[in-house]
């Protein structure tokens, strides 16, 4: 998700901390990027 800046990842996930999206952001994010597509 580059070029996403955290805070925004953040709301669109609902997550309620920067920490929870750092705890995540390791993950593959390639089912993520495929779930945004759809909504745009």
């Known amino acids: 998700m580059a070029g ?3 805070l925004t ?3 669109l996930g609902g997550w309620k901390s920067l920490r929870m ?3 995540y952001a390791a993950l ?3 089912h993520m990027k495929a779930a ?5």
């Open 4 to 6: 996403i800046d955290l």
């Open 9 to 11: 990842i953040m709301r």
């Open 21 to 23: 999206v750092q705890r």
């Open 28 to 30: 593959d994010t390639t």
């Open 36 to 40: 945004v597509l759809k909504l745009s």
